[in-house]
């Protein structure tokens, strides 16, 4: 059932991956250009060749930005509830 939805908003998926990662790499300069091309690479590379898979692969990486901002997050308030 997700396969669809992931599918039929690719593009959507495409530019949230995109937006995400501006705003989770803030600090990292370079490395957030570099993150920011190759994303925008596998989205265009996927969207141009047709291949349906790909909306996985931008929606498990979405979901990998997405998560290491959630831990980092919960890390912070596990170390302010040692205290």
Same mark, same amino acid.
């Given at each position: 059932m997700l396969y669809?939805?992931?599918?039929e908003y690719y593009v959507w998926w495409c530019i949230a991956l995109l937006v995400v990662t501006w705003f989770?790499?803030?600090? %990292? *300069? %370079?490395?957030?250009?570099?993150?920011?091309?190759g994303y925008a690479m596998l *989205? !265009?590379? *996927?969207?141009?060749?047709d291949l349906d898979w790909m909306a996985g692969v931008i929606f498990g990486l979405l979901v990998l930005e997405v998560g290491k901002k959630f831990k980092a997050w919960l890390?912070?308030? %596990? !170390? *302010?509830l040692g205290k």
């Open positions: 669809p939805i992931l599918v989770t790499r803030v600090h %990292q *300069g %370079q490395k957030r250009s570099n993150f920011l091309y *989205g !265009a590379l *996927g969207f141009l060749l890390d912070k308030k %596990q !170390a *302010g």
